[in-house]
C-alpha cells in the first residue's frame, strides 16, 4: 500500500528566504510522486512530478523536489520564497501503474510574511 | 486549451437530499477521477471512469455513484445526502497511460 506523510503541518517564512516542505512515502511499487498546490478556495494546481527519470525534479515557480530512495523522502524546495507562494502543499504518491488513485497527504500551509 | 471544468461552483442541499455533480475533463483526456476534500483535509479518491466503466473505487459508500458519457465528461451523484457530505469536490482528468492528474476548481457542497 501506498502513503505518504507530511512532517509539517504549518511552515512560515519570511520573504525571501528558503522554503523546506518535508514529505515521506512509502510505496510497495515504484511509486510516482508529485506535489500539488492549493491557493485559498481554488482547485489544485500540478508543481512538479516525479518518475524515475532524474531524481532532482524542477518545477513551476522556482520550486524543486529531490528524490532519495534510501530515505524515502521527496522534499519539496525554493532558494527565496514570495508573498504569493502562500498556499497549501500536498505531496502526493501514485503507484506506477495506469489508472491508478491518488493517496494525498495531509497538506501543509506555508505562510510568508514580509 | 480548456482544463478541466466543473459545475456548478457551489451547491447547498438539505439532508436526505440527491445531488449531481459535473465534469468535464481536459482536452485529450480519457480518464477521470473524483476526489472529497473535506475541510482542512486533503483529498480522498471516491472513484475512478473510464471507457464509461467505474475501474477503480476509494472507501465510499454505495451512496456515492458515477456515470462517463462517451465525450468523456462525467458526473458524481451522492443520494441520502449527509452533514458529513459537506466538502469540496474536485474533478480530475487524465490518459489513461499515464498516472498525472489536473484537476479542476472544484463544487464546494453545503449539506444542512
Known amino acids: 500500500a501506498q502513503s505518504v506523510t507530511q512532517l509539517d503541518s504549518h511552515v512560515s517564512v519570511s520573504e525571501g528566504t528558503p522554503v523546506l516542505l518535508r514529505c515521506n512515502y512509502s510505496?510497495?511499487?515504484?511509486?510516482?510522486l508529485f506535489w500539488y498546490v492549493q491557493h485559498p478556495n481554488k482547485g489544485l494546481q500540478l508543481l512538479l512530478k516525479?518518475?524515475?527519470?532524474?531524481?532532482l525534479v524542477k518545477g513551476i515557480n522556482g520550486f524543486e523536489a529531490e528524490f532519495k530512495k534510501s530515505e524515502t523522502s521527496f522534499h519539496l524546495t525554493k532558494p527565496s520564497a514570495h508573498m504569493s507562494d502562500a498556499a497549501e502543499y500536498f505531496c502526493v504518491v501514485s503507484a506506477h501503474q495506469a489508472g491508478t488513485a491518488l493517496i494525498f497527504g495531509k497538506g501543509t500551509t506555508l505562510s510568508v510574511s514580509s | 486549451d480548456a482544463g478541466v471544468t466543473q459545475s456548478p461552483t457551489h451547491l447547498i442541499k438539505t439532508r436526505g437530499q440527491q445531488v449531481t455533480l459535473r465534469c468535464s475533463p481536459k482536452s485529450g483526456h480519457d480518464t477521470v477521477s473524483w476526489y472529497q476534500q473535506a475541510l482542512g483535509q486533503g483529498p480522498q479518491f471516491i472513484f475512478q471512469y473510464y471507457e464509461e466503466e467505474e475501474r477503480q473505487r476509494g472507501n465510499f459508500p454505495d451512496r456515492f455513484s458515477g456515470h462517463q458519457f462517451p465525450n468523456y465528461s462525467s458526473e458524481l451523484n451522492v443520494n441520502a445526502l449527509l452533514l458529513g457530505d459537506s466538502a469540496l469536490y474536485l474533478c480530475?482528468?487524465?490518459?489513461?497511460?499515464?498516472?498525472?492528474?489536473?484537476f479542476g476548481p472544484g463544487t464546494r457542497l453545503t449539506v444542512l
Open positions: 516525479y518518475t524515475s527519470a532524474a531524481t
Open positions: 510505496s510497495s511499487y515504484s511509486p510516482s
Open positions: 480530475a482528468s487524465s490518459l489513461r497511460e499515464a498516472d498525472t492528474q489536473y
